[in-house]
């Protein structure tokens, strides 16, 4: 049944791609799978492979209704293949090949570049897994317990989407990367993965509500731009990844949202007006609202750095040879080739921070990011208005982009959080007052104890507002023992 709403879920590999009458792919794929399972097992959520959890699979492309709900053990999960329907007639929509069909197959020119694209994103999607793999052991509750592992079997679900591809069009040298997407591992010496900000460690919930946030919203913008693609097998599958990765976001805006909550909610039942009295909030046991935003500093210029240098060739050729889009290209109006046209880009010049108009196509990385930017934005302004609310006079706010970064203009110096350049020895004085330092992750990692039973919180985070799947508040997400 291929290019059907409903996927076939008799065999090994659940799909809607009519892997039945692919011989060759198929057995690539059945070939892949048990390493797969070795590295779940071996990288997967620690401890857990045994509980029964409350998880949605994908059991159809259907907008209206593609998920269903139930009892699973992680590793018995259904990892399947699944790409939105095609659009009939589709066309390239942008760069040099704009009007000509969208390919079906990899054009040959182009091979080595759209190889490094679904490589590089396939990288991201077991590296999170790895990151988040110890989370499970001081889940806040079983909600978010549950909640973390829906996050990482579908990030194991994105590395299969990109392992299908690699394998369906790209051969031998397909196969050996989809080998290579399971021996590098987040954090490690001598294989780490291949961007920053996933070799980071995820020690902590708010670490992991600020990474679903802030990181996971750069999967969406890069998959944004790519379900853009000429290379229509790409887009199909990254729109399809899309309509999962929303739920990811929600995990986060809505963890940091409920941390926040409870925080002003115990500051105001214990009489504290003071959001900046750390020593007796920290002593309510809730997490102070200045630890919040140093946070926020931290997850989002790590982010920052995933999009890459601002002014960027490879950018441009991704870009001019059909392969990766802008955000939203299809709605944006204007000629979607940009040969003639500037983006104002801003620079690092004799120290300062200053706009420079350059040419639109090696700006693209630069304006995804700005994209990006105000996408977060949305959250931040979510969260102040719970602060708002609370009546307590403090603002979450989303610093310079040119704060504490590794990759780009800004990485050859030190700015403060409204973007003026600092000296490396007043940066050092400072960096504990914008970024968690050792005695902000203590403090933190001293709340980190797990809550087990059915309905029942962590004192550091409030209640969800409603269940997942709407099951009611004292529901049994998960079943740690049969
Ligand atoms: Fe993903
Ligand atoms: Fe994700």
Not at 458 to 475: E, M, Q, S, T, Y
Request: a negative charge; aromatic letters at 10%; one cysteine or more.
């Amino acid at each position: 049944m291929p290019d059907g709403m409903n996927v076939d879920y008799d065999g090994l590999i659940p799909n809607n791609v009519d892997l039945n009458a692919d011989a060759r792919v198929r057995k690539a794929l059945e070939t892949w799978h048990p390493g797969y399972i070795d590295w779940w097992k071996d990288m997967g959520p620690e401890g857990f492979q045994e509980s029964l959890v409350y998880l949605r699979t994908a059991i159809s492309v259907d907008p209206k209704g593609w998920a269903k709900f139930d009892y699973v053990k992680m590793p018995d999960y259904k990892w399947g293949i699944l790409l939105a329907p095609a659009v009939p007639d589709r066309r390239i929509g942008f760069g040099q090949h704009k009007g000509e069909p969208a390919w079906q197959e990899v054009p040959g020119e182009y091979r080595a570049m759209l190889r490094r694209l679904l490589v590089i994103q396939g990288d991201t999607e077991p590296a999170s897994v790895e990151q988040q793999r110890h989370l499970g052991k001081t889940a806040p509750s079983l909600y978010d317990m549950r909640n973390l592992f829906q996050v990482n079997v579908e990030e194991g679900r994105h590395l299969w989407a990109m392992v299908y591809l690699l394998q369906k069009y790209f051969g031998k040298d397909g196969r050996e990367e989809a080998e290579e997407l399971l021996r590098r591992r987040s954090g490690h010496q001598d294989t780490p993965r291949m961007l920053g900000a996933f070799n980071e460690a995820t020690p902590d919930w708010l670490s992991f509500f600020m990474f679903t946030f802030f990181t996971d919203r750069d999967g969406k913008m890069q998959l944004e731009a790519l379900a853009q693609s000429g290379f229509d097998p790409l887009s199909r599958t990254c729109r399809f990844m899309l309509t999962e990765e929303a739920h990811h976001m929600f995990v986060g805006e809505t963890g940091v949202q409920r941390v926040i909550e409870r925080t002003c909610q115990a500051m105001k039942e214990n009489g504290i007006a003071d959001p900046h009295d750390i020593d007796r909030v920290r002593a309510l046991g809730v997490i102070d609202l200045p630890t919040v935003q140093k946070k926020v500093n931290l997850h989002f210029s790590l982010t920052l750095d995933l999009f890459g240098n601002e002014v960027s060739t490879n950018a441009a050729n991704a870009y001019n040879s059909g392969l990766k889009g802008r955000y939203r290209e299809d709605k944006l109006e204007d000629d979607h080739r940009l040969l003639d046209s500037t983006y104002p880009v801003l620079r690092c010049v004799d120290g300062q921070v200053v706009k420079e108009e350059v040419a639109a196509l090696s700006a693209l990385n630069m304006r995804l990011r700005d994209d990006y930017v105000v996408d977060c934005q949305g959250g931040i302004g979510r969260w102040n208005k719970a602060i708002e609310k609370a009546g307590i006079n403090f603002r979450l706010a989303l610093l310079n982009v040119a704060f504490n970064r590794r990759i780009g203009e800004f990485s050859k110096v030190h700015a403060d959080p409204d973007g003026r350049v600092l000296d490396a020895g007043t940066w050092a004085a400072k960096r504990d007052a914008w970024l968690p330092s050792g005695e902000d992750d203590l403090f933190i990692t001293s709340l980190m104890r797990p809550v087990d039973a059915a309905g029942a919180y962590a004192g550091w985070i409030a209640a969800p507002k409603v269940g997942i799947d709407n099951k009611p508040g004292h529901f049994e997400y998960v079943k740690l023992h049969e």
